[in-house]
T-cell receptor, first 114, second 114 residues
Framework: DVKVTQSSRYLVKRTGEKVFLECVQD?????MFWYRQDPGLGLRLIYF???????EKGDIPEGYSVSREKKERFSLILESASTNQTSMYLC?????????????FGDGTRLSIL | AQSVTQLDSQVPVFEEAPVELRCNYS??????LFWYVQYPNQGLQLLLK??????LVKGINGFEAEFNKSQTSFHLRKPSVHISDTAEYFC????????????FGAGTRLAVHP
């Protein structure tokens, strides 16, 4: 089974801090994704990556950046955290670019910005 | 562009009753369709997917969904629910032949009562 591991289940940070959310997958998947989940809005794509050192903006990239230095690891960075970035963050991976491939999700990081 | 509408934000139901969770999509191109389930404090798990062929798709845990192209719908059904089916359910769509990028609905919270 594919395992997608997010480094923290819960995180509390202060406004203005630089925040790193880490995600690792163990199945040699090409694609990795970061979503944010908010009640009533479903999942919204922040950034995705289809290869090492490659990244593409999703639907809501403002205030975020990403890093993919190794194939198995995809990091989400909040450059200067703000209270409106309090949310659940979900990482996912999929085998390749073919659109019929299912995405496999981590258990999420619930981030609170105070 | 594609969009997904889940018509019910919450569905309460008694145990052993049937349930239908409704999903409509909008797209100018052909699409692949997915249903994911999120149990409390967990990530998303794939329930089933429609790629092509038979319009009735069977998934895990006794769920099934029917693709209706003329009505642009992909409703999820289960003939008899259990308490353990209490979760949030997400419908998602991606253009077939395109990139592996999902657009999610807002989610439907299914609450099964004894």
């Amino acid at each position: 089974d594919v395992k997608v591991t997010q480094s923290s289940r819960y995180l509390v940070k202060r406004t203005g801090e630089k925040v790193f959310l880490e995600c690792v997958q163990d199945m040699d998947h090409e694609n990795m994704f970061w979503y944010r989940q908010d009640p009533g809005l479903g999942l919204r794509l922040i950034y995705f990556s289809y290869d090492v050192k490659m990244k593409e903006k999703g639907d809501i990239p403002e205030g975020y950046s990403v890093s993919r230095e190794k194939k198995e690891r995809f990091s989400l960075i909040l450059e200067s955290a703000s209270t409106n970035q309090t949310s659940m963050y979900l990482c996912a991976s999929s085998r390749d670019r073919v659109s019929n491939q299912p995405q496999h999700f981590g258990d999420g990081t619930r981030l609170s910005i105070l | 562009a594609q969009s997904v509408t889940q018509l019910d934000s919450q569905v309460p139901v008694f145990e052993e009753a049937p349930v239908e969770l409704r999903c409509n999509y909008s797209s100018s191109v052909s699409v692949y369709l997915f249903w994911y389930v999120q149990y409390p404090n967990q990530g998303l798990q794939l329930l089933l997917k429609y790629l092509s062929g038979s319009t009735l798709v069977k998934g895990i845990n006794g769920f099934e969904a029917e693709f209706n192209k003329s009505q642009t719908s992909f409703h999820l059904r289960k003939p008899s629910v259990h308490i353990s089916d209490t979760a949030e359910y997400f419908c998602a769509v991606t253009p077939s032949g395109g990139y592996n990028k999902l657009i999610f609905g807002a989610g439907t919270r299914l609450a099964v009562h004894p």
